[in-house]
């Protein structure tokens, strides 16, 4: 199960990168938040203060090759680590570093208005390469 915080709960994105949109529960990640990051559209998962959560969505249907496809989309800096999520259970969840994180949580709404189609546009151009296992330049 792949918690998904920022982006990757967007549909369109979603199917944009797998051609798909996989099967997903709502859930949130008690004691993180989903911070806004310097100078990027896109948001970090960081650890937080107790009484705070980020919301997000579970993907419960991934195959092995959607997994390789998002590890490669995924900047080289996330940490795929597990994480207790509020529906009781783990999941796995792409956590930030903690580098250029600025004070306001990431706006998914703002995303949503003014990022969405672009960055749709731009992953489906990338799908291609990273299915093929190629590393996802520009």
Not at 14 to 27: F, S
């Amino acid at each position: 199960m792949l918690f998904c915080y920022g982006t990757l709960r967007f549909g369109d994105v979603l199917k944009a990168l797998l051609g798909r949109i996989p099967e997903q529960v709502p859930a949130s990640a008690p004691g993180y938040r989903a911070a806004a990051l310097q100078g990027r559209v896109y948001p970090g998962l960081i650890v937080c203060a107790p009484g705070a959560s980020a919301p997000g969505i579970a993907l419960t249907d991934l195959s092995n090759e959607e997994w390789l496809i998002l590890d490669a989309f995924e900047d080289e800096r996330y940490e795929l680590r597990e994480v207790v999520l509020s529906t009781g259970g783990s999941g796995l969840a792409y956590i930030w570093p903690g580098e250029d994180v600025r004070n306001e949580d990431w706006d998914s709404a703002e995303f949503e208005e003014h990022h969405l189609a672009a960055y749709a546009a731009r992953c489906a151009r990338i799908a291609p390469r990273l299915a093929a296992g190629e590393p996802k330049g520009e």
